[in-house]
Nanobody, 124 residues
Framework: QVKLVESGGGLVQIGDSLRLSCAVF????????LGWFRQAPGKEREFVAGINWNGETTEYEESVKGRFTITRENSQNTMDLQMNNLKPEDTASYYC?????????????????WGQGTQVTVSS
């Protein structure tokens, strides 16, 4: 059974850092595209960051550029999201997703597998 499992969420203060991880199970060759999305209460899910199969192409939502960094380790079938200088508006459930190379990194509809999510809360 293929599944994506997120970890690393938590409650932090403004300006703190967190590192989210996503592990792919049941699919040794992983996914070509990997992405992070988030959803805050009462809001639609939004793209946060995406990375292609070899890590050479990354994309970020405008508000996280310069603060978040997405990386992947194909040998371990994992992806990370380093989040620095966290702000209250970063509070959300964060989901990792996997999809084919033909997909668009920032388009949630092109991803075929999703994790259950991990909560990030930035306290003011």
């Amino acid at each position: 059974q293929v599944k994506l499992v997120e970890s690393g969420g938590g409650l932090v203060q403004i300006g703190d850092s967190l590192r989210l991880s996503c592990a792919v199970f049941g699919r040794p060759w992983g996914f070509d595209n990997l992405g992070w999305f988030r959803q805050a209460p009462g809001k639609e899910r939004e793209f946060v960051a995406g990375i292609n199969w070899n890590g050479e192409t990354t994309e970020y939502e405008e508000s996280v550029k310069g603060r978040f960094t997405i990386t992947r380790e194909n040998s371990q079938n994992t992806m990370d999201l380093q989040m620095n200088n966290l702000k209250p508006e970063d509070t959300a459930s964060y989901y990792c997703a996997g999809g084919p190379a033909s997909g668009v990194l920032r388009d949630s509809k092109t991803y075929v597998m999703w994790g259950q999510g991990t909560q990030v809360t930035v306290s003011s």
